[in-house]
């Protein structure tokens, strides 16, 4: 389950939508707020691509969940 979130997004730019699914969960998985800061560019990136980026993420974002798991979420 997801929490509300927001997100401050430069002009141009989309990576929004991903800081605010990784805050999103994290932040219901610990009942915490949370801040996520994050940034992808690469140039003429392809859907094949964006998918790649969003899988990496979600990795990314399962991995730092096991370790704030296992540190009590400190």
Do not use: W, Y
């Not at 610990?30 to 969003?54: M, Q, T, W, Y």
């Amino acid at each position: 389950p997801l929490r509300p979130a927001s997100a401050l997004v430069l002009p141009e730019h989309r990576e929004g939508e991903l800081a605010q699914r990784i805050a999103s969960t994290l932040a219901a998985e610990f009942n915490v707020a949370v801040s996520v800061s994050c940034g992808v560019h690469l140039d003429g990136i392809r859907p094949k691509e964006i998918r790649d980026v969003l899988e990496m993420a979600e990795g990314l974002t399962r991995e730092l969940r096991d370790r704030l798991e296992e540190t009590g979420g400190n």
